[in-house]
């Protein structure tokens, strides 16, 4: 991979992929920040050509990825339920003061 020049920008954070954190370098001098973009987006080319070497079973989006699709049709699901919940409470209690106001 040839030296590359990567443009900075001003937000000084610099997106991560999948298995990879972002980068982060407000807190790191300036005149590092270019071999730690690039160093940063060779670890990215590294991973996929990781990944790809895998089973595929073994691959960060049959894995990870996956099981975080899961987790939010879950949390989804449950989210649902306690709203449903919540109705059906807010109905009984409609009814009761219904009922309550008729007696007075």
Do not use: C
Request: charge should be positive.
């Amino acid at each position: 991979m040839k030296n590359k020049k990567y443009i900075i920008p001003d937000t000084y954070i610099i997106n991560g992929y999948k298995g990879i954190m972002d980068l982060d370098l407000t807190s790191i001098d300036k005149k590092f920040h270019q071999e730690l973009v690039s160093l940063h987006f060779k670890q990215i080319e590294d991973y996929k050509l990781e990944q790809l070497k895998r089973p595929i079973n073994l691959r960060y989006e049959n894995t990870i990825e996956r099981l975080e699709k899961q987790n939010k049709e879950i949390s989804k699901i449950i989210h649902k339920r306690e709203i449903a919940i919540l109705e059906e409470k807010n109905h009984h209690y409609q009814l009761r003061l219904k009922y309550w106001k008729a007696k007075q």
